[in-house]
Each structure stands twice: as C-alpha cells, then as structure tokens.
C-alpha cells in the first residue's frame, strides 16, 4: 500500500509562489496515476492537476493552467506542484493522491472514486 506525505503549504500574499511536495512510499506497480487535489472551508474536494507516471502526460484543472505546473521526480519518489500568481480563490487543503486506475479518460480525471490512496494534505492560505 502506498503511503503519501504532504509538504510545503504555508500562507502567501497574492501574487506569490508556492512548491508542494509529496513523497510517496511503498509505491506498487499498479499505480498509474499521481496528482493534486484540493479543499476550501465549506466547498467539495476538486482535483487541480495530474500526472500520467508512465510518459509524464499532464491534466489541469482549467482555473489553474498556465500558473500551477505538476512534475515528478522517480529517482526520489516525489511528486512536485509548483503554485505561481496565487490568489485567494486557492486558498485549501492540498491533498496528494495515487491511482491504480490505468487508462483514465479526461473526462474521469478528478472523479474522486478513481483515486486510491490520499495523503493528509498540506494547507495553502493566500491572503493580503
């Protein structure tokens, strides 16, 4: 069973950047997918950007392309978010999570029910 651990949240001015990392342990072979969701104060838990391991095909979230990149790192078993031109609206618990769902259709990407194993999350707060 995999295990996931968050890090890098903190609070941020508009504007400003953060990296997420996850490390992820116990990784088996049928996991396909990794990537990031997030939860504000009161709203569902929404998937922002993921990343096929096998070639590094990425998906994104609309709200966040072209500011948030999703890498990873095999040779240390880390799975990066880098967050720029933050704004309030990002504001949530950041969760990192696997699946072993192979060949997602786009369309099924951020379906919660497809995705297996979940870190505790690491909290992100963009405010003035």
């Known amino acids: 069973q995999a295990q996931l651990v968050e890090s890098g949240g903190g609070s941020v001015q508009p504007g400003g950047s953060l990296r997420l990392s996850c490390v992820v342990s116990g990784y088996p072979y049928s996991v396909y997918y990794v990537g990031w969701f997030r939860q504000a104060p009161g709203k569902e838990r929404e998937g922002v950007a993921v990343i096929y391991i096998r070639d590094g095909t990425t998906y994104y979230t609309d709200s966040v392309k072209g500011r948030f990149t999703i890498s990873q790192d095999n040779a240390k078993n880390t799975l990066y978010l880098q967050m720029n031109s933050l704004s309030p609206v990002d504001t949530g618990m950041y969760y990192c999570?696997?699946?072993?769902?192979?060949?997602?259709?786009?369309?099924?990407?951020?379906?919660?029910?497809?995705?297996?194993?979940w870190g505790l999350g690491t909290q992100v707060s963009v405010s003035s």
């Open positions: 999570a696997a699946s072993a769902a192979g060949n997602l259709p786009e369309f099924e990407m951020f379906d919660r029910r497809k995705w297996h194993v």
